[in-house]
């Protein structure tokens, strides 16, 4: 059984979509031509909050295993707690986190702020960070002892063992259609 499920995002959806309905007949009608207009500013809010979140727990003390929030923190730890005060399940290691969500392409042009980027040495995943836009990313960093922002570059250190980007976040259409079939079933 997956511990991050896509139903979690559709909550944040429903509430756009249903915020769009108190809009003026003449506005709805031209939304008709764009269905999926609101899941995806709905989507776009929830990166931008994954972001917030991330960088909300800059200067946090590194620790291994750390797991306190604006205590201690390690790279792991952060990305489930930001996911998790977005009511996303995550499990607690990166190598497990680095099998969750949708695989991207591994491309700096194909990445979205609330990436989750990947690394590690041969087929072992020992990092993982959120990726905030611009080339940028959020992690606990081991040898700066603290949670950081740093740019993802080729003189990157990191970038040697950038592994993937898994996507817990898309907007995709498909995500609100396949969202709303599952609510759907458990209605039945």
Known sequence: MALFSRHHVLPVALCVALAAT?????????????????FSASASSLRDSVVSMARGQIGTRYKLGGTAPNSAL?????????MGALDMVLPRTARQQATVGT??????????????????RGKRISHIAIYVGNGRMVHASTSKHSVIETTLNARSSLIRQWKGVRRLVSGANTDLRDSLLAIADTLR
């Open 103 to 120: 695989a991207v392409k591994r491309d700096l042009a194909s990445l979205k702020p609330g990436d989750l980027l990947t690394f590690g």
């Open 22 to 38: 108190s809009q003026p007949a003449s506005a709805q009608i031209s939304d008709a031509k764009k269905p999926f207009a609101a």
């Open 74 to 82: 390690d790279c792991s730890g952060l990305v489930k707690y930001v």
